[in-house]
Each structure stands twice: as structure tokens, then as C-alpha cells.
């Protein structure tokens, strides 16, 4: 919005559709919402009593700037016994939800310029993080012939003498897919080779459907020059919670926990006394989440492969599914827009991601079977997806 008042670096208008979903939601009262990756299910009984009990026995004050110490143990033993990585407590940082996360992180280690090399389709909010840390973001495409994957000699090419961090996500948001091994460790041996800091945003690792789930961190020599970014968000179906935290040398960690204490100062006390319950009750509550949320978008892929003019890569991870519509002849937007109006389902633009989204809508598995068996009877009514 170009206004006196308002800093000239934000006159230019950057609402992406992500930030639109909810206003087009409200367009029909019987709108299906496949857009956000908010999980429909509430947060295990098991975190809220408990989290509640110690609200009412006082935990409702600032914690220590790092994080209540309790819960930063329960993380470092969580990684130990999940993946084998020691963490010293200096290591650990609790933060206001993973975005902020990635935002402290990226003020940390970027100077004015610096350049951060994202593949894309991404999270949406990296660019503009990015950019308010002053850096420059660097665009590697990846493609659904290549499974997504990332092209190791196209990443090695974008590397200049500002290149300062790689972004990657694995389980994916938006496609879905997860890296294997083998990218993962030729992404390794290029932090190594050029010596660049990895900044990892795990916060989908308990959806990895084929294989268990790797940190990039647990690579050899990648520790020191990780960060790693989760979330309770999506992984114990916690959004509303806002609580994260951030692996990474101590250096990086004290530097954060300085920038954050002119943010947001300390996370929210309660939500990390839920945290420490969701991880020390994890084999409780996770099965069956990732069970019925695996069971969702298979068969939401199997009605995407039956639909004319559209379909979509097997399931890898997360709950998304990055569906092709370029059979269509639309643009993603074009998709996108009749969906909503014709058949009252509220999807996202694969452009919302990247301009390599071209050609590909993301629809959000946060629903019922039910619901998304309605969502496809509709959608498969429509004409461009008729023969």
C-alpha cells in the first residue's frame, strides 16, 4: 500500500493467494478449504490437559531466553534417540513458531546482499524472509520429471562469491516429495566444497512415507554448518500453539537469542509446556496421526489419477499434493479461480510457489475422507477436466 506513513519497501503490494485463502473461503457458504495446511484434527488431549495443569500451577511467565529448560532437554534427548545426534543444551533454541524460526536464523547469518539459494516450488514466506534480512534470494527450479529432486549441477552453476545459504525442505511443501539420500549428501558435499551454511526446514519429518526420515544435520561434517528449523505445527497438529525451535552451532544460537529478544523475547510459556508433553508422549500420538493423514492423501492422489487433465506424482510425504492440470490449458490461476467458483473448492496456484508452479494447483489433505471425496465429485464434473 503506497502511503506516506507506510516505509517505502512495503508500497509494493505483496499479498500472495496464501494470504488471500482465508477472504476466499468465505465466497460460498459450502466451500470445501483445501488451501492451508492448518490440520483439522485438535491437538491431543494428552497436550492440553497437561499443558493446562501447569498453566494453573504457574508456568505462565517468562521462560529462560533459549527456552524453558525442561523442554530443550526433552529436544535434545528427542534427537538422540530418534537420529543419533548429540546436541550440547548451548545448541538449542525455542522459538515463536518455525517461521520465526527461519526469520532469526537468516538475520543471523546474512550481511546486506548475501546471497540464499531456495529450490522452488517453496514455502512461500522464504523470498520475503530473505529479502527483510537484506539478503538476495537465488531461484533453483526443480522439476517433476527429476521427481522434484534437486539438480545438483544447476545448483552448483547459481553459486557466486555472495552465496552465503542453501534452503532446503524435505518432506516438501509444496510438492510433497522427499530428497533421498543420495541428494541429500551431494547437497552436503556442495555446503562442504563452498563452504555455505545449510539452513534445513524440517518440520514435515514425521510424514516421510517410504523411508524414515533424514536431518541433513546427521550427514558427516554437517553439523557444524546446519541449521535446522522444526515446528510442533504440523508434526503433533499444533499451529495454533506457535512453537518451534532451532538447532545450530552455539555461535548462530547466541546471536539469535539476541536478535529475538527485541522481537518476541521469550516463546509462549504454555505452549512449550505443551511441546515437552507432545515429545515425551510422541509414540502415543503420532501413529495415529500420521496414519490417518497418509491415509488421506493417497486416496486423494488416486482420485487426482482418475480425473482427466490432471494428476499427480505418488505420495512421498506431508500432507500436500502438488497436482498437474497442465492438460488443462490453463494457467495455474485460471485452474485454480473456476475451481473455487464452479466447483466451490478452495485450492491454491502452483505459482504461489514459484514460477516454476506453473502448471500445477497444491490442494491441502487437512479434511476427511468424506469431504474429500465430495471435493473430487465436484471438481471431476467440471468441463475442463471432462474428456
Request: charged share 25%; hydrophobic share 40%; proline share 4%.
Amino acid at each position: 500500500m503506497k502511503h506516506k506513513y507506510i516505509a517505502k519497501r512495503y508500497w509494493k503490494d505483496a499479498t500472495t493467494p496464501m494470504g488471500q485463502s482465508d477472504v476466499l473461503a468465505k465466497q460460498y457458504s459450502d466451500v470445501i478449504d483445501l488451501s492451508l495446511g492448518d490440520p483439522d484434527l485438535v491437538t491431543d488431549d494428552i497436550i492440553i490437559e497437561n499443558a493446562l495443569k501447569d498453566a494453573k500451577q504457574g508456568h505462565t511467565k517468562y521462560t529462560d531466553f533459549r527456552g524453558d529448560i525442561e523442554l530443550r532437554n526433552e529436544i535434545r534427548k528427542y534427537y538422540r534417540e530418534e537420529y543419533q545426534l548429540e546436541l550440547e543444551d548451548k545448541e538449542v533454541m525455542v522459538v515463536t513458531s518455525g517461521c520465526l524460526g527461519m526469520y532469526l536464523a537468516l538475520e543471523a547469518i546474512i550481511d546486506d546482499g548475501d546471497e540464499v539459494i531456495i529450490h522452488q516450488p517453496c514455502f512461500t514466506p522464504y523470498m520475503q524472509q530473505i529479502e527483510l534480512a537484506r539478503g538476495v534470494p537465488v531461484i533453483l527450479d526443480t522439476y517433476e520429471h527429476e521427481d522434484f529432486q534437486i539438480n545438483i549441477n544447476r545448483l552448483e552453476q547459481l553459486i557466486t562469491e555472495r552465496t552465503k545459504a542453501i534452503i532446503i525442505n524435505s518432506p516438501n511443501n509444496p510438492t510433497g516429495i522427499c530428497f533421498t539420500k543420495e541428494t541429500l549428501e551431494k547437497v552436503a558435499a556442495i555446503a562442504k566444497q563452498y563452504d555455505l551454511v545449510v539452513i534445513a526446514d524440517d518440520i514435515y519429518g514425521l510424514y516421510s512415507f517410504e523411508e524414515p526420515f533424514i536431518p541433513i544435520s546427521t550427514l558427516e561434517e554437517m553439523k557444524e554448518r546446519t541449521i535446522t528449523i522444526n515446528s510442533f505445527s504440523k508434526d503433533f497438529t499444533m499451529t495454533g500453539w506457535r512453537i518451534g525451535n532451532v538447532l545450530a552451532p552455539a555461535y548462530i544460537i547466541k546471536t539469535m537469542q539476541q536478535i529475538n529478544e527485541n522481537v518476541v523475547f521469550t516463546a509462549p510459556s504454555i505452549s512449550q509446556r505443551g511441546a515437552i508433553y507432545a515429545l515425551r508422549h510422541r509414540k502415543e500420538i503420532q501413529p495415529r496421526m500420521l496414519e490417518e493423514y497418509k491415509k488421506r492423501v493417497f486416496y486423494a492422489a488416486d482420485w487426482i489419477n482418475k480425473i482427466s487433465n490432471m494428476s499427480v506424482l505418488k505420495p512421498r510425504g506431508t500432507f500436500y499434493l502438488f497436482a498437474n492440470i497442465k492438460k488443462t490449458g490453463l494457467s495455474s490461476a485460471e485452474v485454480a479461480n473456476r475451481i473455487l467458483h464452479e466447483a466451490h473448492v478452495l485450492t491454491l496456484p502452483g505459482t504461489a510457489f514459484g514460477n516454476c508452479g506453473e502448471g500445477y494447483i497444491r490442494l491441502a489433505c487437512t479434511c476427511t475422507t468424506d469431504k474429500l471425496r465430495e471435493a473430487f465429485e465436484r471438481i471431476s464434473k467440471m468441463d475442463i477436466f471432462r474428456d
